[in-house]
């Protein structure tokens, strides 16, 4: 499978199907591309209202026809703005275009507005390749990540480093000696200078807690794992 780094939470995984995550990319100082330059998802995964994460997956589903996966709130929201979205909730699993997806809780808040609730802040594990992908979302640590790396052989967890709003670099190591993946890539700092972060110090620290290999993408570049 191919995964390209968007900046921020944004990912982007092409295989059997191409998987768009938190697609933050029109308002994200980060992202190397315009959004009429990214090709058409098959599926938009989001895993809460936040701006910054809900991002432009509204009007890429208007535009493509891509469906979006999020939680029940997100889901209603973006179906009543004219995208087309299926809804789920935590500890659910959904198939869609032959992927399995599983929703998983993130310690973190939620809303797409102060109007309007964005139900509660998710991650989600999700199989390509017969692999399982883990996107934490934005999230604090928390007990059930060990749970999360019992119930699936995590082959790559995304997890946020970025402290303030979600995990630090410290917490988000223990995360991975917790989770067990065989990769992990650290995601949601230095888009703000709020959330600047040093990925160097994650990576020693979270190779030192676990066997996991990280591998720092700047945004924009692509691997092939």
């Known amino acids: 499978m191919k995964v390209r780094y968007l900046g921020h939470a944004c ?3 092409v295989a059997e199907k191409r998987i768009l995550i938190d697609p933050f990319i029109s308002q994200n100082p980060l992202c190397p591309i315009k959004l009429e330059e990214l090709a058409e998802p098959d599926i938009i995964l989001v895993t809460h209202g936040h701006a910054d994460h809900l991002g432009d997956a509204i009007e890429i589903s208007k535009k493509t026809g891509a ?6 709130e997100v889901a209603i929201h973006a179906q009543l703005k004219g995208a087309v979205a299926e809804g789920m909730n935590i500890g659910g699993s959904i198939s869609l275009e032959g992927v399995n997806i599983y929703m998983t809780e993130a310690k973190h808040s939620s809303a797409i507005d102060t109007n309007i609730s964005g139900g509660h802040a998710t991650g989600f594990v999700f199989g390509l390749e017969g692999k399982h992908i883990y996107h934490a979302g934005d999230t604090g640590i ?5 749970l999360i ?3 699936f052989d995590i082959y790559l967890a995304l997890l946020p480093i970025g402290d303030r709003y979600t ?3 410290k917490h988000a ?13 650290p995601m949601h ?10 990925p160097e110090e994650f990576k020693k620290l ?6 996991a290999k990280v591998l720092i993408l700047k945004p924009g570049e692509e691997i092939e794992l």
Do not use: C
């Open 149 to 151: 790396g019992k119930l």
């Open 11 to 13: 990912f982007e995984f």
């Open 67 to 72: 469906t979006i996966v999020a939680i029940h």
């Open 167 to 169: 995990m630090g670099v």
């Open 142 to 146: 928390f007990r059930d990540m060990k």
């Open 173 to 185: 190591a223990i995360a991975t000696k917790m989770l067990k993946p065989k990769y992990v890539i």
């Open 189 to 198: 700092y230095n888009t703000f200078p709020v959330i600047q972060q040093n």
């Open 206 to 211: 979270a190779e030192e807690e676990s066997k």
